[in-house]
C-alpha cells in the first residue's frame, strides 16, 4: 500500500528493528539520517527519567539535520513499548512518547486498545509485533495500524513459521502496513521481502556490527563471525522463546545443545535490575541472517551496501522478467 506521510521519503523501505540494550540514541540518529527508520525500545532509556532526554535529543537533531538537508531529510523514529504486565513504566513511558508526538510506536508481548487510542491521539501510527495469524488478527481487531510479523530465524524474540506461509496468511485478510521481520540482511532479501507483500523490511541483527551501536565489541565481532549455524532457539533466557548466539550461550557455561525449558509465567520486563537485562547483556541474541554481515561498518555504509544490493536485485529481477516476456 502507499505509505503515509512522513513514511514515504524512505531511501530504503526498511525498519531498523529495536534492540534491548543495542539501540541508543547514537544508532537511531544514525539510522535515521541514512533515510531508514531508526528504532529503539523504551526500556533502554534507563532510569525512566532518560527517556525525555533522549526523545529531546533525537527530535532537535533530525529537526536540524531536515534543515541543513532539505533534499534528503531524515527518516521518522518509532519507539518501542513492550505491553506486558511485568513493564511497570509503561504508563509514564506512554505519557513522555505523548509529549514528544513519537511518530511510529512498536508494541511488543500484548495488544491494547488504550495504548493505540493514545498513539492516535498524538497523530503516530502503532505496528504490532505478532509470531502468526491470530495474534496478528487481534492485534487489528485492538486498533493497530499495522503489523510486524516476526518470521522464523527473526534475532530476539523470534516465531518458528515460514515468512512465505505467514505473509500468505496476513495478505489474505489485511490490506494495510506491514514490515517483515526474519533474517533479513542483505538488500535482495528486502526486496524479497517486497514480493511477498510487505511494505517494510524489518532487520534488526546486522546493525549490532556498526560503529554507533551501543555492544560490546566482542558482540559485534561475533555478528560478524557469526553464521545461520550458530544460532540456538530457546525460552531459556527471558520465558519467552529467541534467537541467540551460540559463542555466548557457551560463554555462560551453558550447553547450547542441552538448554532446560524455562517457565513462561516468570517472564520480567520491568523497569531495571532484572534478569531480562542480565540476559541480553550476557547471552546475546541475533537472527540467522548474520552470514551476510562481513564487517563492523557505520549505519551509512551498511545502508549504502543495502542500498546498493537492493537496486542490483532489482535490475536483474526486471531483466529477467524482460527475458521471460521475449
Request: charged share 20%.
Amino acid at each position: 500500500m502507499p505509505l503515509p506521510a512522513p513514511f514515504d521519503r524512505l531511501r530504503l523501505p526498511v525498519i531498523a528493528s529495536p534492540l534491548f540494550i543495542i539501540s541508543v540514541p547514537d544508532l537511531v540518529i544514525a539510522q535515521c539520517k541514512a533515510g531508514i527508520i531508526g528504532s529503539f525500545p523504551a526500556l533502554n532509556a534507563r532510569p525512566s527519567g532518560v527517556l525525555d532526554e533522549w526523545l529531546h535529543r533525537i527530535t532537535e537533531e533530525l529537526a536540524a539535520h531536515n534543515r541543513d538537508n532539505p533534499d534528503r531529510p531524515a527518516a521518522p523514529y518509532a519507539v518501542n513499548q513492550i505491553v506486558h504486565k511485568s513493564n511497570n513504566r509503561l504508563e509514564e513511558d506512554m505519557e513522555v512518547c505523548a509529549k514528544w508526538q513519537v511518530p511510529m510506536t512498536i508494541t511488543s508481548l500484548g495488544a491494547r486498545e488504550d495504548i493505540n487510542q493514545a498513539v492516535h491521539a498524538w497523530g503516530g501510527i502503532v505496528m504490532h509485533d505478532v509470531i502468526n495469524d491470530r495474534f496478528a488478527r487481534k492485534a487489528i481487531e485492538k486498533g493497530a495500524d499495522g503489523l510486524i510479523p516476526v518470521a522464523a530465524g527473526a534475532g530476539g524474540h523470534a516465531g518458528v513459521l515460514s515468512p512465505f506461509a505467514l505473509m500468505q496468511e496476513i495478505r489474505q485478510w489485511f490490506d494495510g502496513l506491514v514490515a517483515l521481520s526474519g533474517s533479513i540482511a542483505c538488500g535482495r532479501s528486502i526486496l524479497a521481502a517486497q514480493a511477498m507483500g510487505a511494505d517494510f523490511a524489518y532487520i534488526g541483527s546486522p546493525w549490532i556490527a556498526t560503529k554507533e551501536a551501543n555492544a560490546q565489541q566482542g558482540y559485534k565481532d561475533a555478528i560478524v563471525a557469526g553464521k545461520a549455524d550458530d544460532i540456538v532457539y530457546s525460552n531459556l533466557f527471558t520465558g519467552v522463546h529467541g534467537n541467540y548466539l551460540r559463542p555466548s550461550i557457551v560463554a555462560a557455561g551453558l550447553d547450547p545443545d542441552n538448554l532446560p525449558q524455562s517457565d513462561p509465567s516468570k517472564m520480567n520486563f520491568g523497569s531495571g535490575g532484572n534478569t531480562e537485562a542480565k540476559a541480553w547483556k550476557d547471552i546475546w541474541g541475533s537472527g540467522q541472517g548474520i552470514g551476510a554481515v562481513d564487517a563492523v561498518d557505520s549505519v551509512a555504509d551498511r545502508v549504502s551496501k543495502l542500498e546498493a544490493e537492493y537496486d542490483q536485485a532489482r535490475t536483474e529481477l526486471a531483466a529477467k522478467a524482460r527475458m521471460a516476456l521475449d
